[in-house]
């Protein structure tokens, strides 16, 4: 496949701080629809939060992706739920619900508009894995998003770093874990410990999730 023609520079980590300028609130964005949240999200965003040195880094579960079967996600206030549970003791992490308050498709320009009026102090970063670095054209409104926002990939292997829009790209333990790996492994009866928090396998087994359709 013909490689892409660069654009802009790779961002490094450190170098993003120079380029926001003087230091404002600086928060993170890891969307998804999180069904289920694993350890593989929760090692990613602590990765980006603590190389960038933000304040804070938000799980925004979406309410409907543009781009997901809707039919096999479970209702938004079971996912929250886990989210809720896999987040609680990291002062790091937080959520941030407005996708969910909004309802509908769940559009990143949509919520980065919404977001930056209600905070206009904030500094915004939006965490997306490498494997989505080459489908940012087709995002939804791409040019004017990345007004609005600083896109963060997390390196990994087979992908390169290289897009026609500005990425901050940052370093992270490779976990190969996927949801629909942990539906299935549920659905057949197989063990996913380790794979996703105590508490989150403990409601999984409990609300008996993942056990028919999904």
Known sequence: ???????????????????????????????????????????????????????????????????????????????????ELAIKDNPLFGLELCELER??????????????????????????????????????????LVKLVTFVGVKRPGYTPESPYPIVWVDAPIIEISSTQIRERVASGQSIRYLVPDAVRHYIKKEGLYLGDH
Not at 118 to 132: E, K, R, S, V, W
């Open 103 to 144: 309802g509908g498709v769940s559009y990143t320009y949509d919520t980065m508009v919404d977001l930056k009026k209600l905070h206009p102090d904030t500094d915004y970063f939006f965490i997306i894995g490498a494997d989505m670095v080459e489908y940012l054209p087709k995002w939804y409104r791409i040019n004017d």
């Open 1 to 83: 496949m013909k490689a892409t023609t660069l654009t802009h520079p790779v961002i490094t980590a450190r170098e993003s701080v120079q380029i926001l300028g003087p230091r404002r609130k600086q928060v993170a964005l890891f969307g998804g629809t999180f069904n289920p949240i694993h350890n593989g999200h929760l090692i990613m965003a602590e990765a980006v939060g603590t190389q960038l040195g933000l304040k804070q880094v938000c799980f925004m579960p979406d309410n409907q992706p543009p781009h997901v079967d809707h039919k096999d996600a479970l209702p938004a206030s079971q996912r929250l739920a886990m989210l």
